[in-house]
């Protein structure tokens, strides 16, 4: 495996907003085969419970995207995109506003998208404890970052999006979704506009790691302290 290629694929598949491609058509084969490899990723207990709501036509793709705009701006309202204050310069702070920005294009342009996908699974678990919740979820979202990964090796770009989801009822309503299925993500898909994407800017890597216990980096006391008083029999 060229790792180069791999690698460069991982760390530049992101959401994508500004640069969608609005006017150009996406074919039905190409989305067609990029689901076929998504349904390769890992699926709890192999029930292959997922589904994937293609939309193109454009009356269904307006209404779908009216649900998502009204939730945004009710997002949007409650200063959930804001930005902290902060007293020195912060490249994390700049690149929030550029987020921002982006995220407030997106709702107001996702209709024009050529294709939107809606990654799902059966079964509901609202109810359910923490260990049910994350199989159920881990029976979808690597099959929608698998799509996500797909399409952009083939140009095409997506944004991970859930806002819609305060309309949950009302979409699967409108595009017939049957009650016992859940809706993991809006992805509107198109051709990527411009040159190559570029890694975002993240925290580095150690500062998010803890090895065999939490806060403990690689390189501090590696041997795990047993928590049994009792001598060694």
């Not at 993500?185 to 990527?192: D, E, K, N």
Request: proline share 7%; glycine share 6%; hydrophobic share 45%.
């Amino acid at each position: 495996m060229d790792l180069a290629i791999a690698d460069h694929l991982l760390t530049t598949t992101r959401s994508v907003r500004k640069r969608l491609d609005f006017d150009r058509p996406v074919a039905p084969e190409v989305i067609e085969r990029c689901i076929e490899i998504a349904t390769q990723a890992p699926t709890g207990s192999n029930t292959q419970g997922w589904h994937f709501l293609v939309i193109t036509d454009p009356g269904m793709r307006a209404k779908v995207s009216a649900f998502y705009r009204q939730s945004f701006e009710l997002y949007a309202a409650a200063g959930s995109g804001r930005a902290p204050e902060v007293a020195a310069p912060d490249p994390h702070v700049a690149q929030m506003g550029r987020v921002r920005d982006s995220a407030i294009y997106l709702a107001e342009h996702m209709h024009r998208a050529p294709v939107l996908i809606i990654p799902c699974i059966a079964g509901r678990v609202e109810s359910a404890g923490t260990m049910a919740q994350a199989g159920f979820y881990g029976s979808i979202l690597p099959a929608a970052w698998s799509l996500m990964l797909a399409l952009r090796a083939r140009g095409l770009g997506s944004a991970w999006t859930t806002l819609h989801l305060r309309y949950e009822r009302d979409v699967a309503a409108l595009l017939g979704i049957p009650e016992n299925v859940t809706q993991a993500a809006l992805l509107p898909v198109a051709y990527i506009k411009g040159n190559d994407l570029r890694p975002a800017l993240r925290r580095p890597a150690w500062e998010v790691t803890s090895w065999n216990s939490w806060g403990l980096q690689r390189g501090d006391d590696m041997e795990p302290k047993s928590t049994d008083p009792s001598p060694d029999v």
